[in-house]
């Protein structure tokens, strides 16, 4: 039997997990089935989310921007996570709420302080890349691969420019998990807690709700709900309002539970709770069948959250991991459970919080995959021509639960072309929608009458062009770039690696089909590959393996005439399948 | 048996398993029955307990995260399974739409866009006369989901016997009132708060 090695002999990266907050952001990573914090800001291990520009470029992060902001400092970001995935017109309407002008254009929003623009992305990237500085201080090596939390309420917009900061910081996002969903993996792996719970999540600038059902290690999100609106700092600019003070001074006075406080936090805290009824009428379920509430989110801190939310639900919150870490928590674990590192029984079930569909007559929306939808899909709808000889169709793909265009975010718009002239309702076009476990769409048109097949792929995105994120990964530092060349060329020797596997195995299992001495030649030729898998050059690397494909093809043709000769014929059980059906 | 398909990753002969018998990689996505996928008959008559099992197993086998570590090509065929995976449970778990397979395994297609008998549309319109007028709405509710029990066991003996133009009128019917139920429903709701 021939062993095979491993490739890449340097230690295996921790891989780590990152909560991005709006106020707040925390990285911690899995070590030997203890999670730790990375030390972000001093000794201080949840890093204020706010950067502060200098004239000349030079950046400043957590505590001392807020230090900066404090001594009245022009140029300092925060709360840009409300501007995620937002165009200007979305960010309108919360212009009133959030401390900075807001600038941009139809395709993205940036935010204005004093003589400075910067998009969401933009800070985002410079706040990440940060923290991914900071954990390689503290782990004492690069690290590369990530699960990053979002609102579970966050639209494919969203979702979509959370990953291309994290690009831009040189990260690689091994998978994007709910913030909720997060918390529940804490509580349910290392609290060992079971049944059907409420996760009740406030942060500084979102709200979110999931009802997840935990058992022997499965972890499935029933249903989701939320705002992207609501939060924290809501209460903070009530609370400015009523007093006549800063949202700075604001926050301080939430913190220590001043007067009045309660007042201004009551109909905000009153909003969460319509939504969490109206996430148990979603599941068909009511506070009876819940088996308790944990609560996340450093706005939960509010004591007047706990008393509401046990009033609503006739549950205490669970206790035990820090609110302010319970994120970060469950994102190291996911990270970990993903790179493979035991946890092998662990399944993540994930649900999409928001319908998709398409506009059909009308400017009406039909939806082809329905809010709390597990992910990942594949759906596929059936449409045809409401005209002779129409051989072009507009795609709209929409976004939201209301009925009407309007009422939806649109994603992505493009025309089908080339369909061959038909007579009214004779032509046969599939729209095909397919969501991936990060939540991100993919649609895909083709038109299947004659033959004539034509697909246009979309991956909707909130504005930001290809090329734009080209220049921007351009201008982003050469640090980055070389862990794409790093990424690149271990791809290369996991192909690699692959290509040996899977000759070894065939050479193992049908060698008796050869003569000696080509086999000899074949276990050689296996040889000198795996001499390349520790390779440095990624050319060397994929040379070695087509090298090594070439040498095996006419044994693969061989091993595959030999089992179609020992087959039955005529029992090829797939060859009478329809395709996949819809309506 | 055998396929006419090799491996993508070892050019091996495959099997009729999902992954390669020789060097274990997941396989391309293939055309298969949801019933055939989930090893259930194809029958109107479900076990969720079932369903709800294999539902389990076949996303440990096919969920994307058990792929996160493979190559690309691998993951993506993780998506495409994992993908048809969901989108099957769902189907299944509907009656209508699990009808709808049934009906789409004997080449009857697009049952749903059909236009309902005048018989059916008399007894709709009066339904949503009852639903429009009706403030009391309990006694609609047991009434429709009296029927639509009934209409159930009306396909699982359709489908048993073959009879598959009354299927596709049972399926229809339930169409209806699976709708008309949400309706009940969202209406009683907007009286309570109300």
Not at chain 1, 36 to 49: C, I, N, Y
Not at chain 1, 554 to 566: D, G, I, M, W
């Amino acid at each position: 039997m021939l062993t095979i090695s491993e490739p890449g002999q340097d230690k295996k990266r921790q891989v780590i997990g990152i909560d991005l907050g709006t106020t707040f952001s925390l990285v911690a990573y899995d070590k030997e089935g203890q999670v730790h914090f990375v030390p972000l800001d001093g000794d201080a291990t949840a890093l204020p989310s706010m950067v502060a520009y200098g004239e000349n470029g030079e950046m400043s992060f957590g505590q001392h921007a807020v230090d900066l902001l404090k001594a009245g400092g022009q140029n300092v970001f925060y709360s840009m996570k409300r501007l995620m995935g937002k165009n200007v017109e979305d960010a309108q309407t919360f212009a009133q709420t959030v401390p900075f002008e807001i600038a941009g254009d139809a395709q993205i929003a940036k935010a204005r302080f004093k003589s400075i623009e910067k998009s969401a992305v933009e800070v985002s990237a410079d706040l990440l890349k940060h923290m991914k500085h900071k954990t390689e201080q503290h782990l004492g090596q690069a690290v590369y691969d990530a699960v990053i939390t979002v609102p579970a309420y966050f639209n494919d917009a969203q979702r979509q420019a959370t990953k291309d900061a994290a690009k831009l910081a040189g990260l690689n996002v091994m998978r994007l998990i709910s913030e909720p969903t997060a918390a529940a993996l804490a509580y349910g792996l290392d609290k060992k807690a079971e049944g059907q719970f409420l996760v009740y999540d406030l942060g500084g600038g979102t709200f979110d709700v999931s009802l997840l059902k935990l058992t022997g290690g499965v972890f499935r999100v029933v249903a989701t709900g939320g705002d992207t609106y609501l939060g924290g700092d809501d209460i903070d600019n009530a609370l400015a309002q009523a007093k006549g003070i800063t949202t700075l001074e604001a926050r301080t006075l939430k913190e220590q539970n001043g007067a009045g406080v309660a007042d201004c936090a009551k109909p905000i805290i009153a909003k969460t709770l319509q939504i969490c009824d109206d996430v148990l009428n979603d599941a068909e379920m009511t506070e009876d069948d819940l088996d308790g509430i944990v609560l996340v989110g450093g706005s939960t801190r509010l004591p007047l959250v706990a008393t509401m939310v046990e009033e609503a639900f006739g549950h205490k919150p669970q206790t035990g991991i820090n609110p302010d870490q319970v994120v970060a928590h469950g994102a190291a674990l996911q990270a970990s459970a993903l790179a493979g590192n035991k946890r092998d029984d662990m399944l993540l079930l994930d649900v999409t919080p928001l319908s998709l569909g398409l506009e059909t007559m009308g400017g009406l929306v039909e939806k082809v995959i329905e809010r709390n939808t597990p992910i990942p899909i594949t759906r596929a709808q059936k449409f045809t021509t409401f005209k002779d000889g129409q051989t072009a169709m507009d795609i709209h793909v929409l976004q939201g639960e209301r009925e009407t265009v309007e009422g939806c975010r649109s994603l992505a718009k493009f025309r089908l072309k080339g369909i061959p002239s038909l007579p009214a309702g004779a032509a046969r076009i599939v729209v095909r929608f397919a969501l991936d476990a990060d939540g991100m769409l993919t649609v895909t048109a083709d038109e299947e009458t004659s033959g004539v097949s034509q697909s246009v792929d979309v991956v909707p995105s909130y504005g930001l062009k290809p090329d734009d994120m080209l220049t921007m990964l351009k201008d982003s530092m050469t640090h980055a770039q070389q862990d794409v060349g790093f990424r690149q060329l271990k791809e290369a020797q996991l192909e690699l690696e692959r290509v040996i596997d899977a000759c070894a195995l065939a050479l193992e299992k049908d060698g008796a089909l050869l003569d000696e001495t080509t086999f000899k030649t074949l276990e050689n030729a296996l040889k000198v590959a795996k001499s390349f898998l520790t390779a440095s050059n990624r050319d060397d690397v994929e040379d070695a393996m087509e090298t090594l494909e070439n040498a095996f093809q006419s044994f693969s043709e061989q091993r595959v005439n030999n089992a179609l000769k020992q087959a039955v014929v005529g029992q090829n059980i797939y060859s009478e399948e329809k395709g996949e059906t819809s309506k | 048996m055998q396929t006419n398909e090799i491996c993508w990753s070892c050019k091996g002969p495959l099997n009729e398993g999902f992954f390669c018998p020789t060097c274990g990689t997941l396989r391309r996505p293939f055309a298969l029955s949801p019933f055939k996928f989930f090893a259930l008959p194809f029958a109107f008559n479900l076990n969720l307990n079932t369903l709800e099992e294999r539902y389990l197993d076949l996303q440990k086998q096919f969920h994307p995260d058990k792929f996160v570590t493979k190559t690309s090509q691998e993951q993506m065929n993780a998506l495409s399974w994992g993908g048809f995976l969901n989108d099957s449970y769902n189907k299944l778990k509907k009656p209508v739409e699990r009808a709808c397979l049934l009906l789409a395994e004997q080449g009857i297609h697009d049952v749903l866009e059909e236009k309902p008998t005048p018989d059916m549309m008399m007894k709709q319109f009066e339904l949503r006369e009852q639903l429009e007028e009706s403030e009391q709405l309990d006694d609609l509710l047991i009434e429709v989901q009296d029927d639509i029990a009934n209409l159930e066991s009306g396909l699982v003996e359709s489908f048993d016997s073959s009879n598959f133009e009354k299927a596709k009128k049972q399926t229809l019917e339930l169409q209806f009132l699976s709708k008309f139920t949400r309706d009940i429903k969202r209406k009683m709701r907007q009286l309570k708060t109300n």
